[in-house]
């Protein structure tokens, strides 16, 4: 007899049946007879029984086989082997869960007390999971057998030797303390002349203040009132491109700040004189403690100028960050001078002054039919607020070295080394030919000294040099005095050879000791012979001797040396390198036909990055000094600074003016969870620096501080792997070749898309006074201010087989040096069954999701510069950038009793004869 096995009559009913169905199944099978002459029909049966079998497995759950009493399974549960997380799962799942366990043998029990009651007599079957035997008969199936039959099941969740059920973890960082978020008020590159007003308007209602900090070139000592409330006096260092730094925590003084308002800040100059009160370029900066995370974003910016009691002098810029839509303003002054308002190279506004306060409203209308504001948009762009006034005097900060050369040939004729004629300053023959050297050098001497002299500021040495003795024969240290230098050059004598060397080496020992780094310097020296005496000690002031193997120049017509030769650039090469120093030579006298004398003296002014003159003409020698000395004092000038010829001035700018600028912003507002926090950089070392902006930061706004001093920010340059070369950022020339006309950008913002993350990017700040007259050195202040935003939250951890809470050790860097600032104990976790604490080293990430969760929110915290330590995030050695605090903790969100993903395995039923 022949029976079909239908699986339908099983599964068709509930799973309360399942066990009294299985009792018919057992029926009809044991009553199967396979009729060997038809094969098709038995494979059939054979296969219907596979899938039947792989259905009870997936259908018939634990606890249905616990009701039936089944011994095998109720003496599992008993043994507490199975538990109440396998009651609802079905046997599939339970086999699969023990095999991922490694308990196979659990997994056969289970098997077995299910299959090898329904297998039928004269039926070997074998369960497998992945290649791996669980339970059925022993020995091979081969192809050793008449029919087979197999069926495969894939279940998710289970893999040999992993959990199949565990946690997820994802941290956050609710709020944030010390983010290097602060309020920030720039100068611009020159702010005067008179006791200044700024204010701060937008730092938050929910805040602590923490410090006031003020950067600024000052004019002098200065006085600091907050909303009217004095907070002491501060003194300016020496040096007169020198840059200040206050520090004020006291809590009398910040206290006076209140949050969400506009808070006044007054810089007073106790020193009575006006030209001495500006502040040239800077900061002033409030750090304080917020629960906000982000900034409002804002589709209008307010440029309010400083109020200023004394002279409206003003040299600024401003930068849109977005497309232009109007521009309006408000100018609230007294001013007895005409007042003109410049943006780029447009005059926008002027006015002749009157002895009434004045407010003048300018429309839209007014900046649209100046300037292009498509131009201007996303652009640093030259600011100029000033008054029309009689410029009386400029201010110099030249130390300039003068050298003679007092050696015998400069008794000789201009033209010939005859003895030449000794005649005075007055005399109408100075310039004949038949003039002595040494009298045309002294007179030319003194022009040059007046020249140097007459810009109040500028000081002058003298040195006179010959090769006898100590080669120093006259030396004056610097003076201001025109009358005291001129009587030293009356005493001068010619006499001796020539030792170059002793004198640039006189030059700077003069420089090095009555000098300062922020003063400019120059060395002009003149010889009319060749380097024949050294300084028996080199690179000293020291006796000199004759220099070692002269050998005669028939060209030159005297012995040269170039042991003598190369000490001299030696020396000028020190001048530069070691001091900043420009140095100027000129060949006095008919040297032009001599190449060694030529050519010293032209390495020399190469090295001292100055130049080389010549000439055997009076009269081309005089325009010569004349020159460089127009050079030296264009090069020196304060000129940003307005004297009058009257005594005292009535003008007055009122911190109520501004300038409103409506634009399109391009800006992407802030996402979930992310955080906005602004960063200072090291200060650069000079006109090159670099900076390191870390991968995880999105920049929102880019800036670099620019130290001008009495010359212009003219162009800064950024080089990294996404510009290639050096690309320019910023060019004043951009705007017009008259500088003077200009505001002068402290604040320097450009695009931060042109910054390359995750690395060393070149950064490169000129200055000048035109764009041919450039300045050879830079302040060692300027840095970079930037803004960005970060994700301060992590995706959920993998599944894994803890979530326990901890304590842990952070550590913390609030200055963004490497260096921990301090830590904080920060509960992790919703679960804290240990009270002791761990360091971060001890987090175990492999095995605790809340661990791991923390791990990876700690990574994101730390985007400071890599500090090269291997330790984790938040160690000692590796601290985080943002304070966690007491009342700040994480915040940690688990799901526990989540599935793995793993596998799936392959659940196989093999049925053969």
Not at 85 to 110: C, K, M, P, V, W
Not at 633 to 662: A, H, W
Not at 689 to 711: A, H, N, R, V, W
Request: proline share 4%; with cysteine.
């Amino acid at each position: 007899m022949v029976i079909n096995f239908n699986k339908g009559l099983i599964f068709n009913l509930e799973i309360i049946l399942a066990l009294s169905l299985l009792s018919i199944v057992f029926l009809y099978i044991t009553t199967m007879d396979f009729d060997t002459g038809l094969s098709y029909r038995n494979y059939e049966r054979i296969n219907l029984i596979s899938k039947d079998f792989i259905e009870v497995l997936s259908e018939l759950r634990v606890n249905d086989l616990i009701e039936m009493n089944n011994p095998t399974i109720m003496e599992l549960y008993n043994q507490g082997i199975i538990s109440d997380y396998h009651l609802n799962r079905n046997l599939l799942e339970a086999i699969g869960y023990f095999y991922s366990q490694n308990d196979l043998e659990t997994a056969n029990l289970i098997s077995q007390s299910v299959l090898n009651e329904i297998i039928p007599p004269g039926l070997k079957y074998s369960l497998e999971i992945d290649e791996t035997r669980i339970s059925g008969d022993e020995g091979q199936y081969g192809n050793d057998f008449k029919y087979k039959s197999v069926t495969n099941r894939l279940i998710s969740g289970f893999q040999s030797g992993e959990i199949i059920e565990g946690s997820v973890s994802r941290a956050s960082l609710e709020k944030i303390k010390s983010k290097r978020t602060s309020s920030y008020k720039y100068f611009g590159g020159f702010i005067g002349e008179g006791n200044i007003t700024v204010f701060i308007e937008d730092i938050p209602n929910d805040t602590e203040i923490k410090e006031i900090y003020i950067e600024s070139n000052l004019g002098s000592d200065i006085g600091l009132l907050v909303n009217g409330n004095s907070c002491g006096e501060f003194e300016k260092s020496d040096g007169e491109l020198s840059v200040d730094v206050f520090s004020i925590t006291d809590v009398s003084c910040i206290e006076n700040i209140i949050p969400g308002q506009s808070n006044y800040f007054n810089f007073t100059f106790p020193n009575s004189n006006i030209n001495e009160s500006f502040l040239g370029g800077g900061f002033l900066r409030v750090d304080y403690e917020t629960n906000q995370t982000s900034e409002i974003q804002k589709d209008s910016i307010k440029y309010y100028f400083p109020g200023i009691e004394g002279l409206i002098n003003i040299y600024d810029s401003f930068y849109v960050p977005g497309s232009i839509e109007s521009i309006e303003a408000k100018l609230h002054f007294l001013n007895e001078y005409t007042t003109f308002l410049r943006i780029g190279d447009q005059t926008i506004f002027s006015l002749e002054g009157t002895d009434s306060e004045q407010e003048i409203l300018l429309s839209n209308s007014t900046f649209a039919e100046h300037l292009a504001y498509g131009y201007i948009s996303e652009k640093t762009v030259p600011l100029r607020l000033g008054m029309n006034a009689t410029i009386t005097e400029t201010k110099g900060l030249a130390d300039v070295v003068l050298i003679t050369d007092l050696s015998g040939s400069m008794n000789w004729r201009m033209d010939s080394r005859l003895s030449g004629v000794t005649r005075t300053c007055n005399d109408p023959l100075l310039l004949d030919s038949s003039t002595r050297r040494i009298s045309l050098a002294k007179c030319l001497d003194k022009e040059f000294i007046e020249e140097v002299l007459d810009v109040p500021g500028n000081r002058i040495a003298l040195i006179g040099y010959d090769g006898t003795g100590n080669c120093i024969k006259n030396s004056l240290d610097f003076t201001d005095q025109i009358s005291i230098a001129n009587n030293e050059v009356d005493s001068y004598s010619a006499a001796g050879s020539t030792c170059i060397a002793c004198a640039l080496n006189k030059a700077y020992e003069v420089l090095e000791q009555q000098s300062d780094e922020n003063r400019r310097k120059f060395v002009v020296i003149m010889t009319d012979g060749q380097a024949n005496t050294i300084p028996i000690t080199e690179g000293t002031v020291s006796p000199c001797t004759s220099a070692p193997d002269p050998v005669y120049d028939p060209a030159c017509g005297d012995s040269v040396s170039q042991i003598a030769s190369q000490q001299s650039i030696d020396a000028s090469c020190n001048l530069n390198q070691a001091l900043n120093s420009t140095v100027y030579s000129i060949g006095f006298g008919p040297l032009i036909s001599c190449d060694f004398s030529r050519e010293t003296l032209q390495d020399m002014a190469y090295c001292g990055e100055g130049e080389f003159f010549v000439s055997s003409e009076p009269l081309e020698l005089q325009e010569i000094y004349e020159e460089i000395a127009q050079k030296i004092v264009t090069q020196s000038y304060v000129r940003q600074i307005i004297s009058f010829e009257e005594g005292n001035v009535n003008s007055t700018l009122y911190p109520d003016s501004y300038i409103e600028f409506k634009f399109d912003s391009e800006s992407d507002p802030l996402e979930f969870r992310e955080i906005s926090i602004k960063v200072e950089s090291d200060n650069f070392p000079g006109c090159d620096g670099s900076f390191y902006i870390p991968q995880q930061l999105e920049i929102d706004e880019m800036k670099t501080t620019s130290y001008s001093f009495d010359y212009w920010t003219d162009n800064v340059r950024i080089r990294n792997s996404n510009t290639g070369d050096w690309m320019d950022v910023f060019q004043l020339s951009d705007f017009g070749e008259s500088y003077e006309k200009f505001g002068d950008p402290f604040i320097i913002q450009f695009d931060p898309d042109i910054i390359s993350k995750g690395e060393e990017n070149q950064i490169r700040i000129t200055t000048g006074l035109s764009p041919t007259e450039t300045n050879p050195t830079c302040s060692q202040n300027n840095k970079i201010i930037y803004s960005a935003r970060l994700s301060a939250f992590t995706e959920f951890s993998p599944v894994l087989p803890e979530a326990e809470g901890n304590n842990v050790l952070i550590y913390y860097d609030k200055n963004h040096d490497g260096i921990q600032d301090g830590s904080i104990i920060v509960p992790i976790g919703e679960d804290i069954s240990n009270p002791s604490v761990i360091e971060v080293g001890e987090l175990e990430i492999e095995n605790n999701a809340v661990h791991f969760a923390l791990y990876q929110l700690l990574e994101i915290l730390n985007f400071g510069n890599p500090t090269g330590s291997t330790d984790p995030s938040g160690s000692m050695s590796n601290p985080i950038d943002i304070e966690i605090t007491d009342e700040i903790s994480t915040n940690t969100v688990s799901i526990k009793n989540i599935p793995s993903l793993w596998g799936p395995l392959n659940f196989k039923v093999i049925i053969w004869l």
